[in-house]
């Protein structure tokens, strides 16, 4: 059992540290400044293509993996 403990923990370690590097990769929602004063700029073709592109595949990775490290964090807490 304490081997089961101990991959799960490494595993743990290991998607925590996958999470916070896929956050920080992620670009920020917001427009800044120029965002508040009208100049958004919304709707144009990279925006809207936006969807299928590199943030789009990060943010899904990103809620998949909080999801594993989750479920992993609540399957140690029943093994403790």
């Known amino acids: ?8 923990t490494i595993v743990q370690v290991i998607t925590a540290v996958l999470v916070v590097l896929m956050v ?3 670009t920020g929602k ?10 958004g700029g919304n709707d144009t ?5 936006k969807a ?3 943030d ?17 964090t609540l399957v140690l807490t029943l093994l403790l």
């Not at 990103?62 to 490290?69: D, E, G, I, Q, S």
């Open 30 to 39: 917001s427009n800044g400044l120029s965002g508040a004063l009208g100049g």
């Open 56 to 72: 789009a595949k990060l943010a899904r990775t990103t809620k998949w993996m909080a999801a594993v490290f989750m479920v992993l």
């Open 45 to 49: 073709f990279l925006a809207k293509n």
């Open 24 to 26: 920080i990769l992620q």
């Open 1 to 8: 059992m304490e081997i089961a403990k101990l991959i799960l």
């Open 52 to 54: 299928h592109g590199l």
